[in-house]
């Protein structure tokens, strides 16, 4: 049987305004770009990662 794959929700808390450009195309790769902005992303290890790399810049709404 296949396995639901899990999804975590990330929301994007402040702006991305002189931070480091690597930062900025990890908000991106995310799917963020804008203050408020929510993304529903797979629960992976990469995911996980680009979170904690800009985790001050974002919060996790929700773990499923």
Not at 22 to 51: A, F, H
């Amino acid at each position: 049987m296949a396995q639901a794959a899990k999804m975590i929700k990330v929301e994007q808390i402040a702006s991305a305004i002189r931070r480091h450009h690597s930062q900025r195309s990890t908000l991106i790769g995310l799917k963020l770009n804008k203050i408020g902005r929510v993304s529903e992303l797979k629960d992976t290890p990469e995911v996980r990662g680009m979170i904690t790399k800009v985790q001050h810049l974002v919060r996790v709404v929700e773990d499923k």
